[in-house]
């Protein structure tokens, strides 16, 4: 009698079910933790412990990054400074690589996938290109030192008049 004409009921379809419920219930934590409000990821939102645990991880990610493709390619725009960490761009964009580069390499897929290059295609080389133009290195690069990048216009802030305005028009 195989797995699907048992009874449901009787001790071995019980049985069987619960074999089943325990194969798929690390990927439904798995899932629920990855998808969690905010997510792991999130810096503004975590907790000082956690977030120096994605400090680390972070921080390893850049060396392997830097030691396997940056210190490689031939053009040096792309390396990054040893400041990386004070540009909060680059370190969402890292963040960012990072993630993605775990999901692209994620062990407990067995299946063949094109993962792989996507993450090389699609994260990247792209991140890579938005690092080197937006994330404000490139004065950091060139020198000794950290180099606040341009400080630019005011930030952004909800004022009363934000409000006002708001309420008004929609």
């Known amino acids: 009698m195989s797995e699907d004409e048992l009874d449901p009921m009787s001790i071995e379809g019980l049985d069987a079910r619960l074999v089943n419920v325990e194969t798929i219930l690390p990927d439904l934590f798995d899932m629920y933790e990855l998808r969690a409000a905010g997510g792991p990821y999130y810096w503004a939102t975590l907790p000082h412990d956690q977030a120096v645990k994605l400090w680390e991880e972070l921080g390893k990610f850049v060396t392997w990054l830097d030691g396997r493709y940056l210190t490689n390619?031939?053009?040096?725009?792309?390396?990054?400074?040893?400041?990386?960490?004070?540009?909060?761009?680059?370190?969402?964009?890292?963040?960012?690589?990072?993630?993605?580069?775990?999901?692209?390499?994620?062990?407990?897929?067995?299946?063949?996938?094109?993962a792989l290059v996507d993450w090389h295609q699609r994260a990247l080389w792209p991140t890579l290109d938005s690092l080197k133009l937006r994330a404000g290195l490139a004065g950091c690069r060139d020198r000794d030192d950290h180099r606040e990048p341009h400080a630019g216009p005011v930030p952004f802030i909800v004022t009363n008049e934000y409000r006002q305005y708001v309420n008004m028009n929609v």
């Open 73 to 114: 390619l031939s053009d040096p725009s792309y390396r990054l400074p040893a400041c990386w960490y004070r540009h909060p761009i680059a370190i969402e964009e890292l963040t960012g690589l990072m993630v993605a580069h775990r999901a692209a390499y994620d062990t407990r897929s067995a299946k063949a996938s094109s």
